[in-house]
């Protein structure tokens, strides 16, 4: 069982930065997809990043330009990093792998809060 780990989350002031880190028990090269996804309480989880095994990223309009998706496969590790954040990112955050299109693997979440 591919066990997923992030850490990182905090609370940030609006316009500050965090950078989120997700530890995979496997090699995160033989996964396909390897992304980041948020949920707020009462609201369905969203998608916020993820890299393709063949290097390819993609972001939706709501975090573009201020978030970027990266990965070390020594350290079998991916990040998040977060920029100009705004109360709305508020959010625990989840680390998702994919080995297949039906094959989903998630970390327990952390939690990421802006305010002031």
């Known amino acids: 069982q591919v066990q997923l780990a992030e850490s990182g989350g905090g609370l940030v002031q609006p316009g500050g930065s965090l950078r989120l880190s997700c530890a995979a028990s496997e090699r995160i090269s033989g996964f396909y997809i390897m992304g980041w996804y948020r949920q707020c309480p009462g609201e369905q989880r969203e998608w916020v990043a993820f890299t393709s095994s063949g290097g390819n990223t993609n972001y939706p309009d709501s975090v573009k330009g201020r978030f970027t998706i990266s990965t070390d496969n020594a350290k079998n590790t991916v990040y998040l990093q977060m920029n100009s954040l705004k109360p709305q990112d508020t959010a625990v955050y989840y680390c998702?792998?994919?080995?297949?299109?039906?094959?989903?693997?998630w970390g327990k979440g952390t939690l990421v809060t802006v305010s002031s």
């Open positions: 998702n792998a994919k080995s297949s299109p039906t094959m989903n693997f």
